[in-house]
């Protein structure tokens, strides 16, 4: 009896198989790609810059780029990492065009919740928070956090060191608890 395989592992082959699919014309493989990666790349776009019709508008742009640049990916990474360097990159890039406070400031109000919020709000409350942080601090959150990326899948979507990862999520930590500090003490997440 063989031993079951990693499911990381075979959604790779997966995606390395509709890749190659893609790659030879076949437009239902590319399909089945953002079938796949449109609900996150647009979470990772929406976290990073905080506007929904904006994070549409990047994630449509994403896929858009990612399948003229398909011919371009080597295999050396996994098809959703290099998918999440383009989201990444892309929405960081919008993000510091459109200021990286003005927008998400003027988004989302500064009144304090009670302890009896529903989902919804704390969902928002989070949302305020990293919406404080820097573009940069942000994107590591994002990725590590809400995406579930190892740091060597973080190093490698924002073209960083293992090292500045880690640094950066020190510094989110640090930057984040003042501002979800009553969230811990009414015992909410």
Do not use: C
């Not at 896929?63 to 398909?70: D, G, P, R, W």
């Not at 919406?131 to 942000?138: A, M, P, Q």
């Amino acid at each position: 009896m063989s031993e079951p395989s990693d499911p990381r592992e075979t959604s790779r082959r997966e995606d390395d198989e509709l890749v190659r699919r893609a790659r030879g014309g076949r437009a239902d493989a590319f399909r089945s790609l953002y079938q796949k990666y449109q609900e996150r790349v647009w979470a990772t776009a929406y976290r990073i810059v905080g506007d929904r019709e904006l994070a549409s508008d990047l994630a449509q742009e994403v896929f858009v780029k990612a399948y003229e640049e398909l011919t371009g990916f080597r295999g050396e990474s996994s098809f959703s990492t290099w998918l999440y360097r383009i989201a990444a990159n892309h929405a960081i890039n919008k993000a510091g065009e459109i200021g990286r406070r003005t927008r998400l400031n003027e988004k989302f109000a500064r009144e304090r919740p009670d302890a009896a919020e529903p989902a919804g709000a704390l969902d928002e409350r989070v949302q305020r928070a990293l919406g404080e942080l820097s573009v940069k601090l942000r994107a590591v959150v994002v990725l590590r956090y809400l995406e579930g990326l190892s740091y060597e899948e973080i190093a490698e979507t924002l073209d960083l060191s293992v090292g500045t990862v880690k640094s950066r999520l020190f510094l989110a930590h640090e930057n984040l608890r003042p501002l979800l500090e009553d969230v811990r003490k009414d015992g909410t997440t």
